[in-house]
């Protein structure tokens, strides 16, 4: 059973940084592309990053670039999206995602199949 738990969520003012954790189980985690998601409510869950399973390939939303970093940690099965200069708008639950089994390391991910339960994120203006 995939287990994908998410942390590192919380409340920041308008310019600072977080850093979320993705640990996984149940997968053999250094084999599986991974990838963050970003839903406000009321909007459709809209992708972040992603991070190939050897961390060698790495692709992020626009809205993002230049600001936030995913890299992985293979040996603590965890993965991680460091969030810089951080804007209002960037305000949301973030989900950590995985592929299904078969998928695990085709990049690009073209789907996701398992997600955590998700972090908030609240950044004050």
């Known amino acids: 059973q995939v287990q994908l738990v998410e942390s590192g969520g919380g409340l920041v003012q308008a310019g600072g940084s977080l850093r979320l954790s993705c640990a996984a189980s149940?997968?053999?985690?250094?084999?599986?592309?991974m990838g963050w998601f970003r839903q406000t409510p009321g909007k459709e869950r809209k992708f972040v990053a992603a991070?190939?399973?050897?961390?060698?390939?790495?692709s992020y939303a626009d809205s993002v670039k230049g600001r936030f970093t995913i890299s992985r940690d293979n040996a603590k099965n965890t993965v991680y999206l460091q969030m810089n200069s951080l804007e209002p708008e960037d305000a949301a639950v973030y989900y950590c995602?995985?592929?299904?089994?078969?998928?695990?390391?085709?990049?690009?991910?073209?789907?996701?199949?398992?997600w955590g339960q998700g972090t908030q994120v609240t950044v004050s203006s």
């Open positions: 995602a995985a592929p299904r089994p078969q998928y695990g390391s085709v990049w690009p991910v073209v789907k996701y199949d398992y």
């Open positions: 149940g997968v053999t985690f250094s084999s599986y592309n």
């Open positions: 991070i190939s399973w050897s961390g060698g390939s790495t």
